[in-house]
């Protein structure tokens, strides 16, 4: 189980955080950003890599289920590019990931759709996969 949170923050400041100024963050009232500031200032958390995708999504409203399809997953370590419309990246060759996340119960409609023999069923970080290409 995992919960995932997001805010937004200002393109500026994203400039400012990639050349290292993330005292930028320490102004936000949102939660979710000052816990990034507080890493970042004391755990010295630093961008890395960029990570991209092409994303299909499917929702289905019984048990809140969110089927999602990633593909042409691709990375980059060049995080200056970061709001470029064109980033350098390298291709993860022959991986797409189908992701099923639900909250109440999963239907088994869609339990049966998913158990595709010889697949295996595990964790992925996109993040993690891309970060030394």
Known sequence: ?????????????????????????????????????????????????????EREPFVLKQGNVRVTIDSNIRGSTDISSFLDDEIPAVKLFGCSILEVKWDEYLPQIIRDIVQVKNVKASSFSKYAATRFV
């Open 1 to 53: 189980m995992c919960l995932k949170q997001s805010d937004f923050v200002y393109d500026d400041d994203v400039f400012e955080l990639i050349n290292g100024n993330y005292d930028v963050f320490g102004d936000y009232e949102s939660e979710v950003v000052f816990e990034l500031y507080a890493k970042m200032k004391y755990q010295l958390l630093r961008p890395k890599n960029i990570v991209i995708y």
